[in-house]
């Protein structure tokens, strides 16, 4: 859609990070220009960091905080830049307001959009980071009229230390969704759960959230393909595999984050990194399929590899998968389950046609 943009930046020869936030800040403002658009319309900003706790610090000097834009610094090896990479997305004609700290209301169309960070308060273990986090998060959602099982259509949880910190994490996460009405009987929220530290090192969950008011329920789908993948819930975790939004000019898919997984639950082709890539973009086809979308309709893609020396590997068969344009970021990022090589969370985005008022 020419009013919406989703862009990757690289700047895989920087010496220093210094260089390479000097380098993605104006490839995005070259970016912008050649698509009409301008630095007010970006919604969001992810920095991909290879050394989170020193390189915030350089990119929010070098690159000020613009007001009406989210900005999010995770601590992940980028496997397709020098230091820094960078996960943009604007929105052209969008009105956009602060929304307390590191949060971002955007009204648009008929609907307002709401994007929050939450990091917990004080060290602890991650059940309990997760319970403060939360905690929070539903009395922020609540503050501006949402819910969490109303409203929220997607998040991001990242964990440090995710083979040791992610159980933890899921035990609060269930009994915090079944008080909110989240259940394998209702439905979930889409979501990934990944390896990414967060700019303070006591910090061991980080979670990121997008809300919408204004849909209504028809509007929302969940699709899961259950000839390809199995319910989460078979194996203890409560997220769905994708989640669909019809407005009245584009449907949008939140694909949440997918691997090399079958029908009942289990890891398919343990050890091998280009066939679970193969497995986890069939998956990624089922869903889009379920919702009437194809792959042709990804916009932005990211890759998290728990073994940063396979990227070689999957370069060449992953960009074949994916069509021309859709932005792409590779990065180095473990699993929930350590046979797990590849994952990938993504966004697709085509035309639709409903009396519903539009998304912008």
Known sequence: ???????????????????????????????????????????????????????????????????????????????????????????RGAQKSAAGPGGLAVRHGGYSSLWLLAYPAAPGSAEAQT?????????????????????TLRTWYYLRDIDNTYAGMIKSRVRHYEAAGLTPATHFIASTGIEGRSPDPHALVALQAHA?????????RYLRAPGHLSPTSLYGVNFERATLVAYGDRRHCHISGTASIDAEGRVLHKGDVT??????????????????????????????????????????????????????????????????????????????????????
């Not at 539903?138 to 503050?143: F, H, I, K, T």
Request: net charge negative; glycine share 8%.
């Open 1 to 91: 859609m020419t009013d919406e943009l989703y862009m990757a930046l690289h700047a895989p020869d920087a010496i220093s990070a210094e260089e390479s936030v000097g380098s993605l800040r104006a490839q995005l403002r070259l970016a912008l220009r050649e698509r009409g658009f301008d630095e007010g319309d970006v919604v969001l900003l992810r920095f991909f960091c290879s050394d989170v706790y020193n390189q915030a610090p350089v990119i929010d000097r070098l690159w000020p905080c613009a007001e009406g834009c989210q900005r999010i610094h995770i601590g992940q090896q980028p496997l397709d830049s020098a230091y820094v990479s960078v996960q943009a997305y604007a929105l």
């Open 131 to 151: 319970d403060d986090i939360l905690t929070g998060l539903s009395a922020r959602l609540a503050r501006e009229g949402m819910s969490l099982a109303g409203n």
């Open 275 to 360: 066939r679970q890539l193969e497995r986890t973009l069939e998956n990624m086809a089922a869903l889009l399929a379920e919702g009437g979308m194809r792959m042709a309709d990804l916009a932005a893609a990211t890759v998290y590899l728990r073994d940063g020396a396979d990227a070689p590997r999957i370069a060449a068969p992953l960009f074949k998968a994916l069509p021309d344009g859709c932005a792409v970021n590779i990065n180095q990022g473990a699993v929930c389950r350590p046979d797990w090589l590849v994952e990938i969370e993504a966004e697709a985005v085509c035309p639709h046609s409903a009396p519903l008022p539009r998304f912008i």
């Open 212 to 220: 919408i008011a204004g849909l209504a329920p028809g509007q929302v």
